[in-house]
Protein backbone atom coordinates (compact mmCIF):
# COMPACT_ATOMS: atom_id res chain seq x y z
CA UNK A 1 0.00 0.00 0.00
CA UNK A 2 2.90 2.34 0.96
CA UNK A 3 4.03 2.59 -2.73
CA UNK A 4 0.86 3.25 -4.49
CA UNK A 5 0.14 5.84 -1.94
CA UNK A 6 3.49 7.28 -2.31
CA UNK A 7 3.41 7.08 -6.33
CA UNK A 8 -0.12 8.71 -6.78
CA UNK A 9 0.25 11.31 -3.90
CA UNK A 10 3.42 12.37 -5.57
CA UNK A 11 1.90 12.05 -9.09
CA UNK A 12 -1.04 14.39 -7.51
CA UNK A 13 1.06 16.44 -5.87
CA UNK A 14 3.37 17.20 -8.36
CA UNK A 15 0.17 18.19 -10.61
CA UNK A 16 -0.64 21.05 -7.86
CA UNK A 17 3.37 21.99 -8.40
CA UNK A 18 2.99 22.67 -12.00
CA UNK A 19 -0.25 24.13 -12.12
CA UNK A 20 0.15 26.40 -9.49
CA UNK A 21 3.14 27.53 -10.73
CA UNK A 22 1.16 28.08 -14.31
CA UNK A 23 -0.97 29.72 -12.78
CA UNK A 24 0.53 32.45 -10.25
CA UNK A 25 2.98 33.27 -13.43
CA UNK A 26 0.54 33.83 -16.04
CA UNK A 27 -2.35 35.43 -13.75
CA UNK A 28 -1.13 36.97 -10.32
CA UNK A 29 -1.53 40.45 -11.62
CA UNK A 30 -4.55 40.15 -13.37
CA UNK A 31 -7.14 39.49 -10.73
CA UNK A 32 -9.59 37.73 -12.95
CA UNK A 33 -12.25 35.42 -12.11
CA UNK A 34 -11.24 32.56 -13.78
CA UNK A 35 -7.97 32.46 -11.97
CA UNK A 36 -10.55 30.32 -9.26
CA UNK A 37 -11.86 27.78 -11.55
CA UNK A 38 -8.50 27.27 -12.97
CA UNK A 39 -7.24 26.40 -9.00
CA UNK A 40 -10.46 24.22 -8.20
CA UNK A 41 -9.85 22.41 -12.01
CA UNK A 42 -6.41 21.61 -10.76
CA UNK A 43 -7.54 20.35 -7.52
CA UNK A 44 -10.25 18.33 -9.49
CA UNK A 45 -7.11 16.98 -12.23
CA UNK A 46 -4.33 16.30 -9.44
CA UNK A 47 -7.40 14.40 -7.25
CA UNK A 48 -8.26 12.13 -10.21
CA UNK A 49 -5.26 10.45 -8.99
CA UNK A 50 -7.08 9.31 -5.91
CA UNK A 51 -9.20 7.21 -7.96
CA UNK A 52 -6.34 5.82 -10.15
CA UNK A 53 -4.48 4.78 -6.86
CA UNK A 54 -7.41 3.22 -5.19
CA UNK A 55 -8.02 1.61 -8.35
CA UNK A 56 -4.71 0.22 -8.93
CA UNK A 57 -3.98 -0.78 -5.09
CA UNK A 58 -7.79 -3.08 -4.98
CA UNK A 59 -6.54 -4.79 -9.02
CA UNK A 60 -2.72 -5.49 -8.65
CA UNK A 61 -2.87 -6.19 -4.80
CA UNK A 62 -5.90 -7.16 -3.46
CA UNK A 63 -7.20 -9.47 -6.18
CA UNK A 64 -9.18 -7.01 -7.48
CA UNK A 65 -11.26 -7.01 -4.38
CA UNK A 66 -11.25 -3.89 -1.40
CA UNK A 67 -13.76 -2.72 1.30
CA UNK A 68 -15.08 0.94 1.33
CA UNK A 69 -12.63 1.51 4.67
CA UNK A 70 -9.65 -0.04 2.98
CA UNK A 71 -10.21 1.89 -0.32
CA UNK A 72 -11.14 5.09 2.23
CA UNK A 73 -7.58 4.37 3.83
CA UNK A 74 -6.09 4.19 0.61
CA UNK A 75 -7.81 7.57 -0.72
CA UNK A 76 -6.82 9.66 2.21
CA UNK A 77 -3.46 8.88 2.50
CA UNK A 78 -2.69 9.90 -1.46
CA UNK A 79 -4.79 12.97 -0.75
CA UNK A 80 -2.91 13.88 2.50
CA UNK A 81 0.56 13.63 0.52
CA UNK A 82 -1.09 15.29 -2.42
CA UNK A 83 -2.35 18.16 -0.28
CA UNK A 84 1.32 18.53 1.66
CA UNK A 85 2.72 18.97 -1.38
CA UNK A 86 0.49 21.75 -2.06
CA UNK A 87 0.74 23.14 1.03
CA UNK A 88 4.63 23.33 0.87
CA UNK A 89 4.31 24.57 -2.48
CA UNK A 90 2.22 27.18 -1.38
CA UNK A 91 4.69 28.54 1.65
CA UNK A 92 7.31 28.99 -1.16
CA UNK A 93 5.34 30.61 -3.61
CA UNK A 94 3.84 32.97 -0.96
CA UNK A 95 6.72 33.44 1.00
CA UNK A 96 9.56 33.99 -1.62
CA UNK A 97 7.24 35.48 -5.08
CA UNK A 98 3.93 36.63 -3.18
CA UNK A 99 4.34 38.12 -0.10
CA UNK A 100 1.38 40.73 -0.97
CA UNK A 101 -0.95 37.99 -1.71
CA UNK A 102 -3.50 39.15 0.68
CA UNK A 103 -3.29 42.67 0.33
CA UNK A 104 -4.38 42.20 -3.75
CA UNK A 105 -7.02 39.16 -2.88
CA UNK A 106 -8.40 41.14 0.08
CA UNK A 107 -8.97 44.57 -2.55
CA UNK A 108 -10.22 42.01 -5.34
CA UNK A 109 -12.68 40.45 -3.00
CA UNK A 110 -13.91 44.11 -2.08
CA UNK A 111 -13.68 45.42 -5.59
CA UNK A 112 -15.76 42.75 -6.41
CA UNK A 113 -18.73 43.38 -3.95
CA UNK A 114 -18.56 46.78 -4.91
CA UNK A 115 -18.77 45.99 -8.35
CA UNK A 116 -21.63 43.66 -7.53
CA UNK A 117 -23.48 46.34 -5.87
CA UNK A 118 -22.66 45.95 -1.92
CA UNK A 119 -23.09 49.02 0.69
CA UNK A 120 -20.31 50.67 2.22
CA UNK A 121 -22.17 48.83 5.12
CA UNK A 122 -21.19 45.59 3.81
CA UNK A 123 -18.38 46.57 2.71
CA UNK A 124 -17.09 47.13 5.87
CA UNK A 125 -18.67 44.07 7.21
CA UNK A 126 -16.97 41.81 4.65
CA UNK A 127 -13.38 43.81 5.15
CA UNK A 128 -13.88 42.80 9.17
CA UNK A 129 -14.79 39.24 8.00
CA UNK A 130 -11.92 39.14 5.86
CA UNK A 131 -9.14 40.78 8.70
CA UNK A 132 -9.14 37.62 10.73
CA UNK A 133 -7.70 35.60 7.76
CA UNK A 134 -5.36 38.59 7.02
CA UNK A 135 -4.47 38.31 10.66
CA UNK A 136 -4.24 34.72 10.46
CA UNK A 137 -1.64 34.67 7.44
CA UNK A 138 0.99 36.61 9.67
CA UNK A 139 2.22 33.32 10.67
CA UNK A 140 3.28 30.35 9.00
CA UNK A 141 0.91 28.24 11.31
CA UNK A 142 -2.06 30.18 10.03
CA UNK A 143 -1.03 30.03 6.31
CA UNK A 144 -0.88 26.37 6.66
CA UNK A 145 -3.87 25.79 8.64
CA UNK A 146 -6.10 27.91 5.84
CA UNK A 147 -4.17 26.14 2.92
CA UNK A 148 -4.76 22.61 4.11
CA UNK A 149 -8.83 23.65 4.54
CA UNK A 150 -8.71 25.17 0.68
CA UNK A 151 -7.62 21.96 -0.60
CA UNK A 152 -8.26 18.88 1.45
CA UNK A 153 -11.94 18.72 1.65
CA UNK A 154 -12.14 18.63 -1.61
CA UNK A 155 -9.77 15.39 -1.83
CA UNK A 156 -12.03 14.21 0.91
CA UNK A 157 -14.87 14.17 -1.01
CA UNK A 158 -13.62 13.01 -4.31
CA UNK A 159 -11.96 10.25 -1.67
CA UNK A 160 -15.38 9.53 -0.76
CA UNK A 161 -16.68 9.19 -3.63
CA UNK A 162 -13.77 6.90 -5.30
CA UNK A 163 -14.04 4.79 -2.37
CA UNK A 164 -17.79 4.16 -2.82
CA UNK A 165 -17.34 3.45 -6.77
CA UNK A 166 -14.69 0.89 -6.15
CA UNK A 167 -15.51 -0.81 -3.37
CA UNK A 168 -15.99 -4.56 -4.03
CA UNK A 169 -16.99 -6.94 -1.40
CA UNK A 170 -15.22 -10.57 -2.11
CA UNK A 171 -17.83 -12.62 -3.33
CA UNK A 172 -15.98 -15.29 -4.03
CA UNK A 173 -18.03 -18.35 -2.87
CA UNK A 174 -15.49 -20.84 -0.88
CA UNK A 175 -16.77 -24.69 -1.55
CA UNK A 176 -18.35 -26.40 1.54
CA UNK A 177 -16.19 -29.03 2.96
CA UNK A 178 -19.03 -31.43 3.99
Do not use: C
Request: hydrophobic fraction near 50%; charged fraction near 15%; charge should be positive.
Amino acid sequence: MKKVVFIFGSIAGLIFMVWMIAIYAFYYNTNREENYWLGYGSMIVAFSFVFVGIRTFRDKYHDRYISFGKAFQVGLYITLIASTIYVLGWLIDYYVFMPDFMDKYVAHALAQAKSHGASAAELNKQKASMANYVQMYKSPFGVIVLTYLEVLPVGLVITLIASLILKRANTKQEPIIA
